[in-house]
């Protein structure tokens, strides 16, 4: 089985890119996981779980775990020397690294470094999701020009999903490839070649416990979701675990749906733009999905901060097409949207 590190040298060739420097980027990103997967998995042992007694820029608590992942993906990132700046969940800024080294480097980085932290307590599929540009800047310290760009400029994007296995998915626009990490040698093993969304999808995840805040055309859905019609395999089954990572990848595997919208509360939607739906978006769109805002391509959409929300609807494309006309038809009954 080929290892992450040889299959990325072999596949260099079709990247853009192709570099020692972003082979030794993404390293380092598997190193991170490596010391933030060691914690997880003796979370109950130590002192790593609860609250870190801190609010996030998002105002949200921050778990002790949420810390330890981003302080150890920004190290692995800054000591590395091929990432210029790393815009993260858990900080307020932009981190530039300003050193000799990485000046120099090509690349800037958005992360959720640890997706779904309200699952640690329980033992629930975590993860962590990262965005990789390459910067426009040319001398210097990085700037914040560099982390502005739409989706559709990001050279790789994927995810590390912590659950029963451990497994690294990611994209280079050439396709997704998932590895699972071997504990016994520490390694990231190729366990999922060419992973694609089945077109079949029949299952739809989204907290409907938010359903009366819910867009009508969401509504909609939901209910055309729950319809008895065997020949679209409906009703479908739904599946919410609460963490982004965890749901997009059961979907990934088994083809579905997942849907964070807009609401009456929160009108932009929960999930960050940056370092949540563009990865997302990415991979769903090189396994053969789709991904929108419920009316145009998440991936086309020009960010204008670092932590801009947007709504997000994913997965099967032929599911996410549904849903998108029902939110397109039912537009002028959600002036308040």
């Known amino acids: 089985m080929k290892t992450l590190t040889e299959f990325i040298i072999q596949r260099q060739s079709e990247f853009p890119y192709a570099s020692g420097d972003f082979t030794r980027l993404l390293n380092d990103i598997g190193i991170a996981a490596k010391i933030v ?23 949200e608590e921050q778990k002790k775990l949420d810390v330890f992942a981003n302080e150890h993906f ?18 307020e800024g932009l981190i530039i690294f300003d050193n000799e080294i990485s000046r120099k480097a090509k690349y800037v980085v958005a992360m959720d470094p640890l997706d779904g932290s309200s699952n640690i307590e329980v033992n629930v599929s975590i993860g962590t999701i990262f965005s990789i540009y390459r910067r426009i800047s040319q001398d210097g310290p990085a700037c914040m020009e560099d982390l502005m760009q739409p989706g559709n400029r990001q050279v790789a994007a994927g995810y590390i999903i912590y659950g029963s296995s451990t497994m690294l ?49 969401v509504k909609e859905y939901i209910k055309y979701c729950q319809q008895d019609d065997p020949p679209t395999r409906r009703p479908y089954t739904t599946r919410y675990i609460g963490s982004l990572v965890a749901d997009f990848h059961r979907n990934l595997i088994r083809g579905g749906i997942y849907i964070y919208p807009g609401t009456l509360k929160q009108p932009s939607g929960k999930l960050r733009l940056l370092y949540e ?21 998440i991936l086309d959409i020009k ?4 932590h801009q929300r947007s709504p997000l609807f994913t997965g099967t494309q032929s599911m996410v097409e549904t849903a998108e006309g029902m939110m397109q038809a039912d537009a002028g009954h959600d002036e308040q949207f």
């Open 37 to 59: 997967n060691r914690e997880i998995n003796k979370a109950g042992l130590g002192n790593i779980l609860g609250s870190a007694g801190d609010m996030n820029v998002q105002g």
């Open 74 to 91: 920004k190290a692995a990132l800054r000591n590395g020397g091929q990432c210029a700046a790393i815009a993260s969940e858990e900080e």
């Open 169 to 217: 998915v990611y994209t280079t626009g050439t396709g997704v490839n998932g590895f699972t990490l071997d504990p016994s040698v520490g390694l990231f093993l190729l366990s999922h070649p060419q992973m694609r969304i089945p077109e079949g999808g029949n299952i739809y995840s989204i907290n409907e416990a938010n359903y009366i805040y819910f867009p009508e055309g």
């Open 277 to 297: 739906c563009n990865p997302i978006a990415f991979l769903a769109e090189q396994a053969g999905g789709k991904a929108s805002d419920g009316f145009r391509r």
């Open 303 to 306: 960010p204008y901060e670092l």
